[in-house]
Nanobody
Framework: VQLQAYGGGLVQAGGSLRLSCVAS????????MAWFRRAPGKGRERLAD????????WYADSVKGRFTIARDNAKNMVYLQMNSLEPEDTAVYFCAAAWTLSMDHIYEYHYWGQGTQVTVSS
């Protein structure tokens, strides 16, 4: 499966962005999906994931209550709605896929999309 994230950009603190991840080459209906980010000088951080059927989600404490992950398997799309953005959210954002029907949110991601840059100005 090939993944491509888009929707990043420059936004002021307190603003919102919605990232999208489109998949090709395979249906996403048997994949758990996640969003990660990598900020300058920092390691990769898992932000949110969603089970293959969309029934369950998980969020990192750093984004809980501000970000929402969603999916549309019919469109082979995954989204990340980001609200109340802060300068600390500036990073390159990636989507990733794990071929699994597990609901435990413990996944090994084998497929990664190219990132999209999000810059939040203060």
């Amino acid at each position: 499966v090939q993944l491509q994230a888009y929707g990043g950009g420059l936004v002021q603190a307190g603003g919102s962005l919605r990232l999208s991840c489109v998949a090709s080459g395979h249906t996403l209906s048997r994949y758990a999906m996640a969003w990660f980010r990598r900020a300058p000088g920092k390691g990769r951080e898992r932000l949110a994931d969603i089970t293959f059927n969309g029934a369950s989600t998980w969020y990192a404490d750093s984004v809980k209550g501000r970000f929402t992950i969603a999916r549309d398997n019919a469109k082979n799309m995954v989204y990340l709605q980001m609200n109340s953005l802060e300068p600390e959210d500036t990073a390159v954002y990636f989507c990733a896929a794990a071929w699994t029907l597990s609901m435990d949110h413990i996944y090994e991601y084998h497929y990664w999309g190219q990132g999209t840059q999000v810059t939040v100005s203060s």
